[in-house]
């Protein structure tokens, strides 16, 4: 007697078993057995598969993201569970060129979304064809009310202010240095952050006056941190280009997702925490 279900172990009770449970056993116990064996027989594989008879059919993607997307793709994640049933989403945030290392790595993931072109070009034997689904521009970071007074990126050539900075590798960093020596200004960090929520955070906490970060971030800690707009002559432009990765074991969900983030929901979503359209 067998009792499949899909995808489970299905228990087997042969007629050689039937024989050497019951040739020894009183009418009415083998009766009572029989009924035990039954039930067995049908109960087990439904606790194999999930206690409701069904198969755990879920797909969870682990998506790796360039750090100023922090929150708002948890609000995007949210959003695409909520719209695709059986999907979770969980997310690693870090610096691009940390995401880099990882996929060079092999770090189990299914897609990835870096702050600059460059990165993700760099990529191309482990991603699909990557779209650019935001883009972002620079803004001066201050601390709290804008005690410094800094109006300008002039003003963070100053010896006497405090200027941190993300590290050369970073994107953030190489757009920071490339419109800093577009216009012939020096600026001498106290320190070089792995990421752009590392400056946010040194700023934030005091532990330094003014800081380039992205318009999205100073955002993201309203009433934290001062802002100081850069005129877009002198500004840089980052954009953000999603992909799946060829190692995924889920393609078919990550291209979905990756195709999502440029749908009117997803993007509806970005502009709203400050991100630019592509």
Known sequence: MCFPMESCKCHVITPTLWHMLFSMTPASTQRRAAAALVVVGLLTPLTACGGDGTEDTSTRLTVLAASSLTDVFEEAGAAYEKEHPGTEVTFSFAGSQELAAQV???APADALVTADTKTMDGLKSDTGTPVVIAKNRLVIATGKGNP???ESLEDLADKRLKVVLAAPEVPVGRYSRQILD???I??????QEPNVRAVLSKVELGEADAGLVYRTDVASAAGK???VDIPDEQNAVASYPAATLRTSEHAAAAEAFVKWLSSPEAQKILTGAGFQQP
């Open 186 to 191: 020096t600026v001498k960090p106290v320190s």
């Open 104 to 106: 060079g790595q092999g």
């Open 148 to 150: 410094e007074k800094v």
């Open 182 to 184: 577009a216009q012939r």
């Open 225 to 227: 941190v001062g802002s």
